[in-house]
């Protein structure tokens, strides 16, 4: 997994940005697009003038995970009670730092409507309950998607005080689309892949997911973005009702592997379709050749939500 650039910059946080304003921030800025720039199609020019994301990695050092947050998390994802905190919690307390990057002036992506691609997430060392943190994030590897235009978010986590350069307990990389977003001229990289045809395996178990459910993990994880809580601010942004987290799918199937994971694993997580709010995803947990893969899909559709590996290290 790829490591900071040692030519960027890094800005200092003292607290851990909130979320609530990051996304008025964000809200801010869309409606300014709408008015200035009503169909934001192109990034960059055309050749050797492309866009650029910003070159700077903030930093928050020495953050103290709080007992009820933690159990907050875990009652709500069917974590057990324990010290260890999983690699979706510690998802949580990176993301309003990646967060924050989105919504930088300088950010050339808009951050409301991006789609969530996929997860590669490594937990290297167990971080525990009482451990003190610090977490870095940075943008890279801005390149074109046949529907828009994606992005790379890489956030670690490490023990507050570990030495520069030492490996990171938790390393996580999440890709975003910003579909209908050109990057330049984008020549041979629009042709639209072909649809995998998806063969439903046996199911194992169901997920029963209401209206609420993008509520209360936004309440746990702070991310309150407008897709997730309203029918009516899903619809404002093009989806037809409310739709769960893809971090809280992906966090539900790691959960149900459960201590079959291990002290230190890797979690691989690909986004097929949102998954509608209210709905019954179907899943099925079962052994792959080097872990557990989690599969999540709609039965009446015959459409695939999420695949997920969790595969134990070392």
Known sequence: ?????????????????????????????????????????????????PADLPVRTLRLDDLRPDPAHLTAYQHLLGEPAADALPAGYLHVLAFPLTTALLVRPDFPL?????????????????????????????????????TGTQVDLVAEVRRHGAASGSPAAWHGVSTYLARGVRLGDQAGDTARPAR?????PLPTGRWALDAGVGRRYAAVSGDANPIHLHPLSAR????????????????????????????????DVDF??????????????????????????DARRGRLHLRTRVRPLG
Do not use: C, K
């Open 1 to 49: 997994m790829s490591a900071p650039d040692p030519a960027r910059s890094e800005e200092r946080l003292a607290t851990s940005p909130a979320l609530g304003g990051l996304y008025a921030r964000a809200g801010l800025a869309a409606a300014r697009d709408a008015v200035t720039a009503p169909v934001r199609r192109v990034l960059g020019g055309t050749g050797d003038e």
């Open 110 to 146: 808009p951050a409301l409507g991006m789609v969530h691609l996929s997860n590669r997430v490594e937990l290297r060392e167990p971080v525990r309950l009482g451990d003190r943190l610090d977490i870095r994030a940075w943008a890279q590897d801005l390149r074109p998607h046949p």
């Open 196 to 200: 995998e045809r998806f063969e439903a």
């Open 236 to 267: 404002a942004l093009g989806f037809p009702r409310a739709i769960a987290h893809g971090m809280y799918t992906a966090a539900r199937a790691l959960a149900d592997v459960g201590a079959r994971r291990g002290d230190t694993y890797a979690w």
């Open 272 to 297: 097929a379709a949102p998954v509608l709010l209210p709905s019954t995803p179907v899943v099925r947990v079962a052994p792959a050749d080097d872990g557990w893969d989690v599969t999540a899909w």
